[in-house]
């Protein structure tokens, strides 16, 4: 079945720097979806992509839909302490299909 | 609006018996996915409820089943608990089975 690959597995920043990730797999996707999870809680949904080549930002994060619909990007700018947690991709190949999610970005602010 | 809401937050079951947990679909919804999370990894697909059917189905064993009610609120049911059913269980609500999915808190089992 398809699978996602998220990098980096983990990662530690400074507080105030930017943070790039990656989703990657090996077959096509039609939507991705990025989410983030605190601890103990459900994941929340930061940016919806429905289109190959689309850039869509929400604040201070922007996502991108990869041109082989094979990736996708999430950049967050100027970290701060609250974008602690950790980052998921997710892909939908097919209407009638469910989103596979990857394995998650754990991202560290340090002050 | 409503966001999905789960119960219970925290559940501890003993190898064998049975569970059930509870998902209210966010206002309008008509679809609920459940997912499974272990510790340190991404969700894992159960299943998905589209108007009261099932819609497809992951890699899990016929004793996880579902239900989902006329008001779109949906229900996951484990037989037969095992140590490794220790999970999040998520569910995710969505307008139409493909649209964007808005997850749940979750519920916490732990089976001893």
């Known amino acids: 079945g398809q699978q996602l690959n998220q990098s980096p597995q983990s990662m530690f920043i400074q507080e105030g720097e930017d943070v790039s990730m990656n989703c990657t797999s090996s077959?096509?996707?039609?939507?991705w979806l990025w989410y983030k999870q605190d601890p103990g809680e459900g994941p929340v949904l930061l940016i919806a992509?429905?289109?190959?080549?689309e850039l869509t930002s929400n604040g201070r994060l922007t996502a991108q839909f990869g041109i082989t619909r094979k990736d996708s990007f999430l950049n967050i700018s100027a970290s701060i302490p609250s974008d602690v947690g950790i980052y998921f991709c997710?892909?939908?190949?097919?209407?009638?299909?469910?989103?596979?999610f990857g394995p998650g970005t754990r991202l560290s602010v340090l002050p | 609006e409503t966001g999905v809401t789960q119960s219970p937050t925290h559940l501890i079951k003993t190898r064998g018996q049975q569970v059930t947990l509870r998902c209210s679909s966010q206002?309008?919804?008509?679809?609920v996915s459940w997912y499974q999370q272990a510790l340190g990894q991404g969700p894992q697909f159960i299943f998905q409820?589209?108007?009261?059917?099932?819609?497809g189905r992951g890699n899990f064993p016929p004793r996880f089943s579902g239900l989902q009610f006329p008001n779109y609120s949906s229900e996951l049911n484990v037989n037969a608990l095992e140590l490794d059913d220790s999970a999040l269980y998520l569910c995710?609500?969505?307008?139409?089975?493909?649209?964007?999915?808005?997850f749940g808190p979750g519920t916490r089992l732990t089976v001893l």
């Open positions: 995710a609500s969505s307008l139409g089975n493909t649209d964007t999915q808005y």
């Open positions: 077959s096509i996707f039609n939507t």
């Open positions: 992509l429905y289109k190959a080549g």
């Open positions: 997710a892909g939908l190949v097919n209407y009638g299909q469910n989103f596979v």
């Open positions: 206002s309008g919804h008509n679809t």
């Open positions: 409820y589209y108007r009261e059917e099932e819609n």
